[in-house]
């Protein structure tokens, strides 16, 4: 697209401010920018901005009007881990196996986020807390899922592929190519592994301005974790689902040490509950706990975001004393692939955007580079669970937090959800299903360690063991290798040792 047209283009939008520094440009420069710019659609952009304008002038009041429409999700429509029987609950996992030694699973992770609250230059997934064995995020990801493909194919004698979508964006999706193929995509097959790309808005000033971060650059951020359905569409990932016969969809976010791959429990239960979208729960942990809340409002069932919830509402208690919206959202969703393509085909453009108002660097009228020190920009995002609302039948199931949530988000120095809560929690689970497995440990020295069979949240197990996913995924199968052995701390149990 030639300048004169951009420049049409732009004016059109009401957004031509953009190109105050244009003769100042580099060829080079002005090439990036020119293609930066062809790919914004004057009427799209001009109504983004003014919704972006709006929205931020309108906040308050309809959060406010959202908290009093809330109630909790009803229990007809929660499974619980916790208040199910053993035999129940092997039914749902095994169903779940079921489903994925068909091929009928896939496991889709968000991870287009830039990672700002942990503070590093590259993906998320990449990141390593610290485990014995160094594993990063990706690692543990791809090995559960060649363990539960193993698992699966044991069972059912069948060879059965968990596909393994993974949403980057322009930030992310180089870096984790390139690490992927670095690691020989840990033992996965590469075509199994589907890198896509989220869309990228811009920051829009108070006054509904497009904000330039660079001279020759827009200040663009991922479209939130909710710009799945449209990357969904702009990829094609619908068509390649349905060309391998994919049915069932585990949706999560990339920074859970814990998360289940394709959790066949999990499946199982949403595919008995005939639910074409479910989510994830855990009870909340304090009332202030940055976790969105499963509820229904207006009847229809929902996420309010943390960022979006009054702390009165937070903190409101029901009878027995307990959280009454206690339902944490841990980022763990279940889809059918129609449900996808009916959200693709028919809902995309209606999700809600949400509004966050942030420090955007920018570069002001003389060319100088400002990094601001109070919100000057409006970001808008879409949530991935905005599209509860249009699900036939949803379901909620809440698992244990101790076996399936401890997410990383900040770096160390703060008490919560950091490289050393996760790191704990990871060891933590694995010397229980060690003790449980009949496993008992020893010091360096030789000497017997007590067993604990309860830790507090924040106490580190007496004994260091890591197990490899690749030798269990949920603890099964570790009696052949554990019990009634004496382990030496700090211990790696990894395929050599079974
Ligand atoms: C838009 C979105 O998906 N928000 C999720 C997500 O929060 P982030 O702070 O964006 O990572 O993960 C949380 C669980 O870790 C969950 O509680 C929350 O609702």
């Known amino acids: 697209m030639s300048f004169e047209e951009t420049k049409a283009r732009l004016e059109m939008a009401g957004q031509a401010h953009v190109l105050q520094f244009w003769s100042e440009l580099s060829p080079d420069e002005k090439d990036t920018f020119l293609t930066e710019l062809s790919q914004l659609e004057p009427e799209e952009l001009k109504e983004h901005c003014r919704r972006a304008a709006e929205a931020a002038n309108s906040q308050s009041t309809s959060e406010d009007l959202l908290d009093q429409r809330m109630e909790p ?57 610290g485990l014995p064995s160094g594993k990063t995020l990706y690692q543990i990801q791809a090995e559960r ?3 539960v493909q193993q698992l699966a194919d044991q069972k059912h004698g069948s060879k059965c592929t968990v596909p393994w979508y993974i949403m980057t964006s322009e930030f992310t999706l180089e870096p984790t190519e390139r690490f992927f193929k670095e690691n020989h995509f840990f033992g996965l097959n590469p075509s199994d592994v589907i890198m896509f790309e989220q869309r990228m808005i ?17 200040a663009m951020a991922p ?29 999560y976010c990339v920074d859970n040490i814990l998360v289940k ?7 199982g239960f949403c595919v008995q509950k005939d639910a074409d979208c479910g989510a994830k729960v855990v009870d909340k942990a304090y009332p202030a706990e940055p976790v969105g809340v499963v509820c229904r409002v207006d009847g229809v069932h929902q996420v309010v975001e943390y960022s979006e919830i009054q702390p009165e509402t937070a903190e409101l208690r029901g009878p027995g004393g307990e959280l009454l919206f206690s339902a944490g959202n841990i980022c763990n969703h279940f889809f059918t692939r129609d449900f996808l393509k009916d959200i693709a085909e028919n809902f995309c453009q209606q999700l809600k955007q949400h509004v966050a108002l942030k420090k955007v660097p920018f570069v002001d009228k003389e060319g100088n580079q400002v990094k601001p020190t109070k919100p000057n920009g409006i970001k808008m995002e879409k949530f991935v669970f905005d599209v509860f609302q249009f699900s036939r039948k949803f379901v909620a199931f809440e698992v244990l937090r101790e ?30 299903w060690a003790l449980a497995a009949g496993g008992s440990f020893l010091n360096s020295d030789g000497e017997p360690i007590a067993p604990k069979h309860s830790l507090a949240r924040d106490e580190d197990p007496p004994a260091v063991c890591e197990i490899s996913p690749l030798v269990s995924y949920f603890g099964e199968g570790l009696e052949s290798v554990v019990k009634q052995k004496a382990l030496r701390s700090p211990l790696v149990l990894d395929g050599k040792m079974v």
Not at 224 to 234: I, M, P, S, T
């Open 223 to 251: 479209d939130g974790n909710g710009g799945l359905y449209q990357a969904l569409v702009d990829n094609k990932a619908l068509e390649d689902m349905e060309k391998r016969g994919v049915q069932y969809l585990h949706v």
């Open 145 to 147: 899922i060649q363990k």
């Open 261 to 267: 791959m394709a959790d066949p429990v999990f499946i």
């Open 73 to 129: 999700v009803p229990p007809e429509f929660i499974g619980s881990v916790r208040k199910t029987d053993q035999r129940t609950l092997i039914g749902w996992e095994n169903e779940g196996v079921l489903q994925i030694s068909k091929s009928q699973v896939a496991v889709l992770l968000l991870a287009g986020g830039q990672g700002t609250r942990l503070g590093v230059p590259y993906p998320k997934g990449m990141y390593s807390v």
């Open 403 to 432: 076996e399936e949530f401890s997410p990383l988000k900040n770096a160390d120095g703060v008490p919560l959800d950091t490289p050393s809560t996760a790191r704990r929690s990871l060891l933590a689970q694995h010397y229980r």
């Open 202 to 218: 811009p920051a829009v000033s108070f006054d509904g301005k497009v904000i330039l971060e660079k001279k020759g650059k827009l």
